[in-house]
């Protein structure tokens, strides 16, 4: 079975940095779809940002500009750098991948229905 393990999350201050890992382990798939997802107390889990196999990504609007996706394919890693944080994007932050393509034209790529791998989170917790 595929096993996600996410890692960097932590506690900062609103304009300052983090950067997220996702290690990804026992996928088999030629082609993938994988994502960042956020769900604050409260709050539906939503999606952050997806990147395809051929590195196309996309990203919620809310984090567009602040936040930058990124794979190393080799060592099966997913990266979220996420810059100028503010207090709302706090919440547990997940990392999640399905088969076959991201299928950007879709009404909703990034929703969070369309993934059934996820790993156990890493805490974001940004202060004011």
């Known amino acids: 079975q595929v096993q996600l393990v996410e890692s960097g999350g932590g506690s900062v201050q609103a304009g300052g940095s983090l950067r997220l890992s996702c290690a990804a382990f026992?996928?088999?798939?030629?082609?993938?779809?994988m994502g960042w997802f956020r769900q604050a107390p409260g709050k539906e889990r939503e999606g952050v940002a997806a990147?395809?196999?051929?590195?196309?990504?996309r990203y919620s609007d809310s984090v567009k500009g602040r936040f930058t996706l990124s794979q190393d394919n080799a060592k099966n890693t997913l990266y979220l750098q996420m810059n100028t944080l503010k207090p709302e994007d706090t919440a547990m932050y997940y990392c999640?991948?399905?088969?076959?393509?991201?299928?950007?034209?879709?009404?909703?790529?990034?929703?969070?229905?369309?993934?059934?791998?996820w790993g156990q989170g890493t805490q974001v917790t940004v202060s004011s």
């Open positions: 990147i395809e196999s051929d590195d196309s990504t």
């Open positions: 026992g996928y088999t798939g030629s082609s993938y779809c």
């Open positions: 999640a991948v399905k088969f076959g393509r991201c299928l950007w034209s879709i009404a909703t790529p990034l929703s969070p229905t369309r993934f059934p791998y």
